[in-house]
T-cell receptor, first 112, second 111 residues
């Protein structure tokens, strides 16, 4: 029963379209992570923020992906333009100084 | 180079047996270690954390850490069919405790 809220839960889009995924971390958590999960690669860290500041986005393809945290209650992950290889489950997780990280239910993205 | 390795699996054990799940990591500076359970189609959920060498027990679960060998394991006693899931090892490294996950081990408990 996830308490980190992610929207949308499912997204089907066509190649080239912009995709925006949203995450509301648990109140009081100061660290937010974006992970991508595929069968081949497992869970890969894309980006993470502490106190809204980006700490590490080395796992994120910079040419098409962007992650922001406009306020403490919202984190966003955008893909523009999307490609079929971006099809995966994208998880947002939040924690207190990265400890005891709680995951959201995930966004299942299919790019056709 | 993958920093967290979970090489064995899938693992199948009979109900009531002990399931042993293993994980190795490459960064000697790693400071925090976690086991997550993920049911099919669901998100990972934290089941154990361990920070110092030795064993940590919580109910039927025991986490074991050996920093010298860069090895962390999870033992599940009296395995139940409801334990059937993928178990992910995660390691926290660096001042910002960046979490890196292994690919997971799929456990099947046979009734």
């Amino acid at each position: 029963d996830a308490r980190v809220t992610q929207t949308p839960r499912h997204k089907v889009t066509e190649m080239g379209q912009e995709v925006t995924m949203r995450c509301q971390p648990i109140l009081g958590h100061n660290t937010v992570f974006w992970y991508r999960q595929t069968m081949m690669q497992g869970l890969e860290l894309l980006a993470y923020f502490r106190n809204r500041a980006p700490l590490d986005d080395s796992g994120m393809p910079k040419d098409r992906f962007s992650a922001e945290m406009p306020d403490a209650t919202l984190a966003t992950l955008k893909i523009q333009p999307s490609e079929p290889r971006d099809s995966a489950v994208y998880f947002c997780a939040s924690g207190r100084d990265s400890l005891f990280t709680d995951f959201g239910a995930g966004t299942r993205l299919s790019v056709l | 180079q993958k920093e967290v390795e979970q090489n064995s699996g899938p693992l199948s054990v009979p109900e009531g047996a002990i399931a042993s799940l293993n994980c190795t990591y490459s960064d000697r500076g790693s400071q925090s270690f976690f086991w997550y359970r993920q049911y099919s189609g669901k998100s990972p959920e934290l089941i154990m954390s361990i920070y110092s060498n030795g064993d940590k027990e919580d109910g039927r679960f025991t986490a074991q850490l050996n920093k010298a060998s860069q090895y962390v394991s999870l033992l599940i006693r009296d395995s139940q069919p409801s334990d059937s899931a993928t178990y992910l090892c995660a390691v926290g490294t660096g001042a910002n405790s960046k979490l890196t996950f292994g690919k997971g081990i799929t456990l099947s408990v046979r009734p």
